[in-house]
């Protein structure tokens, strides 16, 4: 039997609710693939904050650096919102990923065609819409020094060194070369020196990739081309502002927030997270949509534990409940046949799998 350490980290608003059936989902596949999974629960972001006045205590950063694997849910809430910035939940997170060393996340927004109507875009538009944005994760404006703000003025620094780009290119293109082997990097190469360093380094690491086609793109541009034709995209390589703002379009754009996960890997110990956040207006009430988090835990199967078929089975269990027409609320208008809770939704994808 083989043992795996997570360290899991529930956070804030709907972020316990909907790790608890991710949980669930994975016992459940570790009972068929013959894995042992052993928790470590640890706190992070505003809960991490009322206990330890920290929103990463040590001991979630320790633990995650021993555990195989971080599945996390969700950090945030008013609550917390008018704390120093270094004590913000949010700073929790970009601590861990730093200590970790996640500089890669991926986030996929595909289409689910059951839920082609719950996008805002045409379905025509979306049909077979399937995206990667590879994202850098642990450099650019959000760890650039120095920052500053005073009272009548402030500034921040975007910086990358040639390594820390030629390291995300290379997950870039390896990750096209498993899906269309196109790589669309996006910038703002008509403004930005980083932009420019960046076309450098992703030009001559794309040399090693004759199969993969390389495209730049302005960000602007690709913003827009995002909802006018996203079936032209296939891997979007981007720093790391560009690629949080651009993934957050792109999983609107597929209709189906609740349902994206992602991963943040590269370093030490991968992150695996949904790619919502913590919703803490619906927190508590048994509606939220925990399908991001088990497809979460499915991609954690995947790339720290290496177990394919797991996650794949996790994977075809929750496209079966969907196609069966089982809704949580937030989607609830497209398709339902019956309208789940979110442990009603892990239930029954947990007897999916068992079957
Ligand atoms: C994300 C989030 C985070 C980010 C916040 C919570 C710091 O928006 O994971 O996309 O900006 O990276
Ligand atoms: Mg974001």
Not at 53 to 67: F, K, R, W
Not at 195 to 221: C, G, H, I, T
Not at 318 to 332: C, E, F, H, M, W
């Amino acid at each position: 039997m083989k043992r795996y350490k997570i360290c899991v980290i529930k956070g804030d608003g709907i972020g316990p609710e909907i790790v608890d059936e991710a949980i669930k989902v994975l016992e459940a596949t570790s009972l068929k693939f013959g894995l042992e999974m052993e928790y470590d629960y640890k706190l992070m972001g505003g809960a991490a904050y009322d206990v330890f006045a920290e929103p990463l205590p040590n001991e979630t950063l320790d633990s995650a650096l021993s555990s195989d694997a971080v599945l996390f849910g969700a950090i945030g809430g008013a609550k917390w919102d008018n704390l120093p910035r270094d004590k913000r939940p949010e700073s929790g997170l970009l601590k861990l990923r730093k200590g970790l060393e996640a500089f890669a996340n991926l986030r996929p927004a595909v289409i689910y065609d059951e839920l082609v109507e719950a996008s805002t875009i045409k379905p025509e538009v979306l049909r077979d819409v399937d995206i990667l944005v590879v994202r850098e994760l642990t450099g650019g404006i959000y760890f650039g020094q120095p920052r500053e703000k005073t009272e009548d003025s402030a500034f921040n620094t975007m910086t990358y060194t040639r390594a820390e780009i030629e390291r995300i290119a290379k997950i870039g293109f390896e990750a096209a070369l498993k899906r269309k082997k196109r790589v669309c990097m996006v910038d703002k190469a008509n403004v930005l020196e980083t932009s420019q360093l960046w076309r450098e380094v992703v030009s001559e690491v794309a040399k090693r990739y004759p199969d993969v086609s390389l495209e730049f793109m302005y960000v602007d541009n690709a913003a827009m081309q995002l909802v006018r034709n996203p079936r032209q995209f296939d891997v979007i390589l981007t720093e790391n502002l560009f690629g949080d703002i651009l993934s957050d379009e792109a999983s609107m754009v597929v209709g189906s927030i609740g349902l994206l996960p992602s991963a943040s890997m590269g370093g030490k110990v991968g992150i695996y997270e949904p790619i919502h956040g913590s919703a803490p207006d619906i927190a508590g009430q048994g509606i939220a949509n925990p399908i991001a988090t088990i497809l979460s835990a499915a991609m954690m199967l995947r790339y720290a534990l290496n177990e394919e078929k797991a996650a794949t089975c996790i994977e075809n269990a929750v496209k079966t409940a969907l196609s069966q027409g089982y809704r949580t609320k937030d989607i609830a208008a497209y398709g339902a046949k019956e309208i789940c809770t979110t442990s009603e939704i892990g239930d029954v994808i947990v007897k999916i799998i068992e079957q």
